[in-house]
């Protein structure tokens, strides 16, 4: 799959970066991926249940090619001051401290464990539009990235659904965050107006076309400073986790995702630990609000869609507790604005993104007036950005 590139100016900008840090610009190929937003089904996915993302046009891009010898060099837009980072090919098992270059190596070391073969050196240059802590995936959209690069310079035909379970295997065993396929789902999976419907435990998806007639996703970044969320987000696992394994003593299920609200409210017994039952119900209502905002969605009942982002974002503050003052100001300030139907957070969240729901002719005076609010509150600015739902990770035609 490969999409022709309209931004041609800031592909000829990289051309010429990477002639300056690498040499030459023969047989050099491009590749982009992009970020995603989840419409709805925030914490559902490594509970077994339903999520609805959608890809989005800012993302990551690529220029890669391959080398002779067994040398893999590296370069990022977005971290200058790195270098170029270097290692041979022997070496990409070993993870280094703190860097971006795990990404890379995460990716290679599970293509190579799941028996596909890389040989050879190969140099990349990367440069990411996504906010870092933005809760927008910019490391699923690297590791798709690294993905279909690697697929495309050693020509392995990896199935798209294994690249995506690869870039997952990456985040967990090799960067150590125990997330669910969300996030490289819905960027190795997205089409252009299109969201996915995705059962996280059987993988199978509807792509359902993004009909908003005369509304927009308005994407709201805190622009929190960057807060360690991988902890919360693994202590948040757990707790799902154990309450699982509680309700299993009585109860024959593989997964949260399975109940209904009914079944979980009539057995919460089974947990006996109110911080539990909360994380659990969280995970329950969100999944089957989710069922319910899909059916909503393709109905264009717009309205009811809002509702349920709202009561999603209300679930995520009171039984996930997963927002925090910034996401909760931005959300909760949007929800009262004219013109919106709704507005949640989205990500894995502790800062990172909000999004909303709002009538295309309120949007600027939507911006201006939460984002007064927010800077009131909080003390520093936030960032509105309207979003596009575009393509998922490929390699780009280039004229």
């Not at 002639?19 to 419409?39: C, K, M, Q, W």
């Not at 190795?188 to 509304?215: H, Q, S, W």
């Not at 979980?264 to 109110?274: M, P």
Request: negative net charge; proline residues 3%.
């Amino acid at each position: 799959m490969s999409v022709v590139v309209e931004n041609s100016t800031i592909l000829s900008a990289l051309t010429e970066r990477f002639n300056h840090v690498f040499g030459g610009t023969a047989d050099l190929e491009y590749f982009f991926s992009p970020g995603r937003i989840n419409l709805i089904g925030e914490h559902t996915d490594y509970n077994g249940g339903y999520v609805f993302p959608a890809s989005i046009t800012i993302g990551t891009t690529g220029l890669a090619r391959l080398r002779a010898d067994q040398k893999i060099k590296l370069y990022s837009e977005n971290f200058p001051e790195a270098g170029v980072i270097e290692f041979d090919l022997a070496d990409s098992h070993h993870k280094d401290g703190e860097s971006w270059a795990n990404y890379v190596k995460g990716m290679m070391t599970m293509l190579q464990n799941a028996g596909y073969t890389i040989d050879r050196g190969f140099e990349l240059l990367i440069k990411g539009e996504i906010p870092t802590a933005s809760g927008l995936s910019s490391s699923a959209s690297l590791e798709l990235l690294v993905g279909v690069v690697l697929d495309d310079l050693f020509k392995l035909n990896v199935p798209r659904l294994e690249l995506v379970q690869l870039g997952q295997k990456t985040e967990n065993d090799f960067i150590g965050v125990n997330s669910g396929i969300l996030d490289q789902f819905a960027i190795g999976f997205g089409e252009v107006k299109k969201a996915i419907l995705l059962d996280c435990n059987t993988l199978k998806y509807e792509m359902v076309p993004v009909e908003l007639r005369d509304y927009d996703i308005v994407i709201m970044n805190t622009n929190k400073p960057r807060a360690l969320t991988e902890s919360k987000y693994n202590e948040r696992f757990a707790e799902t986790r154990e309450a699982l394994k509680r309700m299993q003593t009585k109860l024959n299920i593989q997964s949260l995702g399975e109940l209904s609200n009914e079944d979980f409210d009539a057995n919460t017994a089974l947990i006996g630990d109110e911080t539990l039952i909360k994380r659990a119900r969280h995970a329950v209502y969100e999944n089957n609000r989710t069922k319910v905002a899909q059916k909503a969605f393709v109905a264009g009942n717009l309205t009811k869609f809002g509702e349920l982002l709202n009561a999603s974002h209300a679930s995520l503050k009171n039984d996930y507790e997963v927002t925090g003052l910034e996401l909760d100001t931005l959300a909760e300030t949007a929800q009262k604005q004219p013109g919106v139907l709704g507005a949640r957070m989205t990500g894995a969240g502790f800062g990172g993104c909000a999004i909303a729901l709002v009538a295309h002719d309120n949007v600027p005076s939507f911006e201006k007036a939460v984002g007064e609010t927010y800077e009131k509150v909080v003390g520093y600015p936030a960032s509105f950005y309207v979003a596009q739902i575009g393509s998922g990770s490929t390699k780009l035609d280039v004229e």
